[in-house]
């Protein structure tokens, strides 16, 4: 294949890959965005492959290898439950990272491959670019590991911090750079291999202090860092469906971060910094034993949105883990048939990673038009009836607006206390990701209904 054609096509894909991103923006048009997607990455990889040019005897592994891991993604992304879709897009981080690692590594012990020049004689800019390819995948992977057992349950999502983490994070940092300065002017392939090694070290370490309250901040951050991993890879390559995916998904994911960073009212750095979850619980659980709660059941919560003109549904992680969106959407079809107003209030943050509880929705058909952001929403609770709270936990909790001490204080909250009823579907008092009781449970309006989400909706559904 031509390299003028070839450079076309790269071009097609990448304006699909933009198209792509601008149908994910939306619910409406995400399944159109994904096809574009598709078939951005169809073309960029079939170009890539024919533009090799020599087809060797080696070509049928790169076959057999598109095949078995083409089939092993189409297989475990059918079979994931959407519960577990953060914990899956990690994983895919992860892997991206680990890539960009490896081709960065071929690259430097065999330059002559990809025109870089010969080893011990590589061209210092792609010598740069493969060194910040490999440091921020390197980084990328092993902090996606972190994030997968955090979000999988394996590992705490507690933050995990000591004595002197900071100072320790910053060393490596300046180690990284000190590194990639002396590998250029030597092209040591000892510093080449320590360099990957102290990528990999901090990567862990900063992820590990970050608390599962964050969680969806670190989902985004880490599809930006994969993204300029792979951009970096790119300019080593001289491959341009690379450099344009690499920067788009990097930019995507920075801005995805800054807006995810707004929607709790925390700094980028203050979530990098981590620590959100440490609080002493202590004092919480003792104060939580004396507080009394209203419980009731689902006898009790249909003849409360029976007697409603309006209700909103506060969807979070509790509706995920108990898979209840099938079943909430039925109760909700009820509600609707007896000319009552139903409509959805979506937190930034709710759940484990941007737009969860909107797939989730999507996923039972509920209509775009009924799903309302924070800002659209949050001035109708006051004029609504009943609030139904499925899970949704350090989203809904009032002291980020009243008490200065709290970790979540000034992070934007759904009011739904101001509802003339707040029905709330929780297992238990636990506290949410944050680590803090949430004083919703104990207001004169909230009726607590402690069973398994999915459960307690159908049996709503039922008694409606």
Request: aromatic letters at 10%; charged letters at 10%.
């Amino acid at each position: 294949m031509s390299a003028n054609l070839s450079a076309i096509l790269y071009l097609v894909s990448g304006v699909l890959f933009i198209l792509a991103l601008r149908g994910l923006s939306s619910p409406e048009t995400s399944r159109q965005g994904n096809l574009f997607g598709i078939i951005g990455m169809v073309i960029a990889v079939t170009v890539t492959f024919l533009s090799v040019g020599n087809f060797s005897s080696g070509f049928i592994y790169v076959l057999i290898f598109l095949a078995v891991g083409g089939s092993i993604g189409a297989f475990i992304a059918y079979r994931i439950p959407m519960t577990a879709m953060p914990e899956l897009v990690a994983g895919f981080h992860s892997l991206v990272g680990l890539a960009a690692v490896f081709v960065a590594i071929s690259a430097f012990i065999n330059p002559a491959a990809f025109n870089l020049g010969t080893p011990g004689n590589i061209k210092l800019a792609s010598l740069i670019e493969m060194a910040i390819g490999a440091a921020v995948g390197a980084i990328t992977f092993s902090g996606s590991v972190i994030a997968f057992l955090k979000l999988q349950g394996i590992m705490s999502g507690a933050p995990i911090t000591f004595k002197g983490q900071h100072i320790l994070n910053a060393l490596l940092l300046v180690l990284i750079i000190i590194l990639t300065i002396y590998l250029c002017s030597t092209q040591s392939s000892n510093l080449f291999w320590i360099l990957i090694a102290v990528s990999f070290l901090i990567g862990f370490l900063i992820i590990i202090p970050i608390g599962g309250a964050d969680m969806p901040v670190v989902i985004s951050m880490l599809n930006s860092y994969s993204g300029w991993a792979a951009a970096g890879i790119g300019f080593t390559l001289e491959n341009t469906a690379l450099i344009i995916t690499g920067a788009l998904v990097g930019s995507s994911g920075a801005i995805l971060s800054y807006i995810m960073c707004k929607g709790m009212n925390r700094s980028f750095f203050n979530v990098i910094l981590g620590g959100f979850g440490a609080t002493d619980q202590t004092s919480g659980s003792q104060s939580k034993e004396q507080r009394p709660v209203k419980s009731g059941n689902a006898d009790d919560a249909a003849f409360l949105m029976k007697n409603a003109s309006s209700v909103i549904i506060v969807p979070g992680y509790g509706m995920a883990v108990a898979q209840a969106q099938h079943a909430l959407r039925e109760m909700v079809d009820t509600l609707k048939k007896n000319d009552i107003k139903v409509s959805y209030a979506i937190h930034p943050v709710a759940g484990r990673m941007p737009g969860h509880m909107n797939v989730l929705l999507a996923e039972a058909n509920v209509p775009y038009d009924e799903v309302f952001e924070l800002e659209e929403i949050n001035n109708d609770f006051a004029n609504a009836d009943v609030a139904f709270v499925i899970g949704a936990n350090d989203v809904t909790n009032p002291v980020a607006k009243t008490d200065p001490q709290s970790p979540i204080y000034g992070m934007p909250v759904l009011d739904v206390e101001k509802c003339k009823s707040v029905l709330f579907v929780k297992r238990s008092l636990s506290p949410g990701y944050a680590g803090i009781d949430n004083d919703l449970f104990y207001k004169e309006n909230t009726l607590m209904l402690f069973a398994d989400a999915k459960k307690m909706t159908e049996d709503i559904t039922k008694n409606l």
